[in-house]
Nanobody, 122 residues
Framework: QVQLVESGGGLVQAGGSLRLSCAAS????????MGWFRQAPGKEREFVAA???????YYANSVKGRFTISRDNAKSWVYLQMNSLKPEDTAVYYC????????????????WGQGTQVTVSS
């Protein structure tokens, strides 16, 4: 089992930045691909970014060039740096983990954090 705890959400004005963090505990962190997903009210959960065990990164088109995912395998953390935030980025952001292979499909992730709220005001 992998336990995930997100932090770093909050309220920010459009154009601002936030850094989300996700602490992982349990199984060997480097055996897992990590992803960030988000869910806005009334909408389905959507892929934001993912990172493989060795640092290959993948992004949704809507955040490419604005968000950066990274990980620290020694400390078992994964981060999401969010710049140039827009009101449409408002959502609950979730950290997720799955063994080995990275994926943009939320159904393929086995472990989820509780989520952290990000609100971007216009």
């Amino acid at each position: 089992q992998v336990q995930l705890v997100e932090s770093g959400g909050g309220l920010v004005q459009a154009g601002g930045s936030l850094r989300l963090s996700c602490a992982a505990s349990g199984r060997t962190f480097r055996d897992y691909a990590m992803g960030w997903f988000r869910q806005a009210p009334g909408k389905e959960r959507e892929f934001v970014a993912a990172i493989s065990w060795n640092g290959s990164t993948y992004y949704a088109n809507s955040v490419k060039g604005r968000f950066t995912i990274s990980r620290d395998n020694a400390k078992s953390w994964v981060y999401l740096q969010m710049n140039s935030l827009k009101p449409e980025d408002t959502a609950v952001y979730y950290c997720a983990a799955r063994p080995t292979l990275v994926s943009s499909n939320s159904k393929q992730y086995d472990h989820w954090g509780q989520g952290t709220q990000v609100t971007v005001s216009s």
